[in-house]
């Protein structure tokens, strides 16, 4: 008797790439740009984050390819391909992608934006009074400000600022000197808006904006006196902005990383934007300068940076372009109690952002500051936002002669600086303030609060799925539970004393940590769910998270579907596992969510027998979150509470018909459609529900 032989799992086949799958991520973020049933402001907004996508993309993912290449790494993925490979296949994609952006700009959104009031003037569409008023601003706002800089032997060419605004120049003629420069660049600063509103007195329409590119060429001749200019074009570098801090080495992480926070505007070139009609031989004279490669320059037919027409959704107040406003939701709960720590005791506060309010977690520090029995705050920061409703808090707390504690993350990329300013800010008010665990990102969510009642402390805990930042928090879909239970609020304590001090604290009794226990028991619930299913039993998996990329989950997540296990994957952005493959993922399915709300929750489900488990996570399944960061996966157990996180968080999604993709064997990705079912979108069903 033959025994049959399980496939072998790791096969290159049957994972898909990283990197690609980010692009394709991307592409579902255009496809909303697309969508006319979105009002049209959001579908500029989705335009506005593709491109920022695209340049943090080119910032970190390609740029640790190109070093990868440039180190002669032989180190390929999963799936088999070698940096080099990847930086090819990503090249064609990519080039795809931005032509398909500025496609959708020029033929789909200016259109549009044109039918409903809203027009960007080109140079060649200004009438007298806007040409006098525009001369009249370039002399006075833009001339003052601009440094052109001719290239010559005492000229070099000038460093030019990650993702900046600049502009090369072909000239004819002699300036003053009698110096004969063929070439100059203008650097465009900073500070200068890149799409300037013309006023009532010279507007032909509701709104009419113009860009500063078209102003710059339009007078560069201005910068140039005496000297004719033959051409003028705008270019934008992508930098490499992945910051490397030897933190073993550092005798100061906060010093080091301020240290280091500059070079990131001059880190080696990654990517050349030019515009279209940009001459070859300048091109060739760009590509030189910055040591990149013909395949790395991308010629748009349009502003070189899509990310600031942002500013129009700012400025136009038609409130029939947007999105309906809404206001989250109260906890009942909550709304009736002026004692939140009593609320609490009585039972735990389940909150769904943004569709209920996270004011409670702001209003819980708020009252431990005012409390005289709070002793000790402590709470984890990863990333907070300007002005920050928690951080103020947290000094109000500190000022008032509480104990507090923060766990400060330095390195959430491209939050350092305000995470130094906020740091410094924390301690100059009294509080606590630790860097973590130099070589692990703390990126936990948890809140920790100890009051004195009666003869005994009591411990009450926030844990989350998301940041304590008040923007995201209204933008993004996550979880946070607030309890008082014993056993978790005293592991919380534990990870804390691991955060802050030396030594073990002891085995937690129900959190799961990485990078301690949270992989392990991962894979042990994985395989709890195929052995079931081997005896015949039921069995399910129902995952939802950001990215999926771990190797080792993956292939049990293969295990599980060969031996029958129904799995179903919400992954909104990276997935690495490929579905439908005979024999191997033929029981998984993977849908990503993308709509108003940027699906952020973290959720595991595990049908164990029919006693089901269910977690909360601030982790993905990405190796990094299991092995090189500090997380936390907090259990939701009582009944109701799990019931509702089963049914909203999950099953919800599942269900979705409208704003779902299905990811194909091949790494492309469904839209799916309502068909003869009545339509349904999970992200507009719990706005329904929980502003009723």
Known sequence: MSTKTEPNLRKPEYY????????????????????????????????????????????IRVAGLKQQVEYGSGQRGPDGLSSSEQLHRISQIAHQLVDAQYQVLNEQLLPALARAGIHILLSTQWNQKQNDWIKNYFNRELLPVLSPVGLDPAHPFPQVLNKSLNFIVSLEGKDAFGRNSAVAIVQAPRALPRLIQLPSSCASHNYDFVLLSSVIYRHAGDLFPGMKVTGCYQFRVTRNADLTVQEEEAGDLLHAIEGKLPTRRFASAV?????????????????????????????????VNLHRLLVIRDAVEESSLRYPPFAPAVNARVSKSSDLFDTIRKDDILLHLPFQSFNTVVDLIRQAAADPDVLVIKQTLYRTGDDSSVVNALIEAAKAGKEVTVVVELLARFDEEENIELATELQLAGAHVSYGVVGYKTHAKMLLIVRREGKYLKRYVHLGTGNYHAGTARLYTDYGLITSDTALTEDVQKVFQQLTAMGKPGKLKKLLEAPFTLHKT?????????????????????????????PSIIEALYRASCAGVRVDLIVRGICCLRPGIKGVSDNIQVRSIVGRFLEHTRLYYFH????????????????????????????????????????????????????????????????????????????QFLLEHYTQ
């Not at 898909?16 to 959001?42: D, I, K, W």
């Not at 991962?522 to 771990?550: F, H, Q, S, W, Y």
């Not at 299991?626 to 968080?649: A, H, M, Q, S, Y």
């Open 16 to 59: 898909l790439n990283r990197e690609l799958s980010l692009l394709e991520f991307n592409r579902r973020v255009l496809a909303q740009a697309q969508e006319v049933q979105t009002p049209l402001l959001e579908r500029l907004f989705y335009l506005c984050i593709a491109s920022s996508n695209m340049d943090e993309f080119f910032e």
């Open 271 to 303: 990517r050349l934007e030019v515009q279209k009609d940009c001459t070859q031989d300048m091109v060739e004279f760009l590509l030189r300068k910055f040591n990149l490669q013909h395949e790395d320059v991308y010629q748009v037919d349009g502003p």
């Open 522 to 550: 991962m894979l042990e619930l994985i395989a709890r769910e195929t052995d079931n299913a081997l005896k015949g039993k039921p069995a399910r998996i129902i995952a939802k998270m950001n990215a999926l990329v771990e």
């Open 608 to 683: 164990n027998d029919g006693d089901y488990l269910l977690y909360g996570a601030s982790a993905d399944w990405m190796d990094r979150n299991f092995f090189r960061r500090i997380e936390i996966c907090f259990p939701f157990e009582d009944k109701r509470t799990r019931k509702k996180v089963l049914e909203e968080g999950l099953l919800n999604y599942l269900a979705d018909n409208t704003q779902s993709w299905i990811l194909q064997s091949d790494g492309s990705y469904r839209h799916s459609t309502p068909g003869q079912s009545k339509p349904r979108s999970a992200q």
